[in-house]
T-cell receptor, first 113, second 113 residues
Framework: DVKVTQSSRYLVKRTGEKVFLECVQD?????MFWYRQDPGLGLRLIYFSYDVKMKEKGDIPEGYSVSREKKERFSLILESASTNQTSMYLCASTPRGRTYEQYFGPGTRLTVT | AQSVTQPDIHITVSEGASLELRCNYSYGATPYLFWYVQSPGQGLQLLLK??????LVQGIKGFEAEFKRSQSSFNLRKPSVHWSDAAEYFCAVSPIGTDKLIFGTGTRLQVFP
């Protein structure tokens, strides 16, 4: 059974803190994605990666960075968290050539106070 | 402008009633089309997909969707809703020739006993 896991279900951080959100997949997928989900806005793509050490900006990359040192792990980094980054963050992965058939993790609800 | 639209933010139905969730897209060429479901506290799960061919596609959990080219629509249907179907439903498109998945804003389904 395919599995995408995220390091935390709930996270509370203070403004200005550096925040790491971790995502791990056990399906040997090449592609991994980070989205944020906000009411009324659906899912918006932050960053994605096609391979180890590769990254591409999505639609809303400002204020975020990513790291992919190993194939199974894709990290989202908030360099200096702000209150407008309070959101649900979803990670997904897909095999090469099938980026539309995404497998999602359960999400991390981040609150920045 | 290219877009995917879910006109209903919130729908309420009685258990056992039929269901139709609307999705319209605006793209030059018919994209690949998908419906995802997000149960409370969970990540997204793929319900069904349309690439080409038969315009009525069957998915998991008893759902089906019909592609109508003339209306640029891909509506999700279920003949008899169960209480466990209460969730948020997302329509998504993958434009031909891209590696992206573009999500609609979602429809929240509430089921009354």
């Amino acid at each position: 059974d395919v599995k995408v896991t995220q390091s935390s279900r709930y996270l509370v951080k203070r403004t200005g803190e550096k925040v790491f959100l971790e995502c791990v997949q056990d399906m040997d997928h090449e592609n991994m994605f980070w989205y944020r989900q906000d009411p009324g806005l659906g899912l918006r793509l932050i960053y994605f990666s096609y391979d180890v050490k590769m990254k591409e900006k999505g639609d809303i990359p400002e204020g975020y960075s990513v790291s992919r040192e190993k194939k199974e792990r894709f990290s989202l980094i908030l360099e200096s968290a702000s209150t407008n980054q309070t959101s649900m963050y979803l990670c997904a992965s897909t095999p090469r050539g099938r980026t539309y058939e995404q497998y999602f993790g359960p999400g991390t609800r981040l609150t920045v106070t | 402008a290219q877009s995917v639209t879910q006109p209903d933010i919130h729908i309420t139905v009685s258990e056992g009633a039929s269901l139709e969730l609307r999705c319209n897209y605006s793209y030059g060429a018919t994209p690949y089309l998908f419906w995802y479901v997000q149960s409370p506290g969970q990540g997204l799960q793929l319900l069904l997909k349309y690439f080409s061919g038969d315009t009525l596609v069957q998915g998991i959990k008893g759902f089906e969707a019909e592609f109508k080219r003339s209306q640029s629509s891909f509506n999700l249907r279920k003949p008899s809703v169960h209480w466990s179907d209460a969730a948020e439903y997302f329509c998504a498109v993958s434009p031909i020739g891209t590696d992206k998945l573009i999500f609609g804003t979602g429809t929240r389904l509430q089921v009354f006993p």
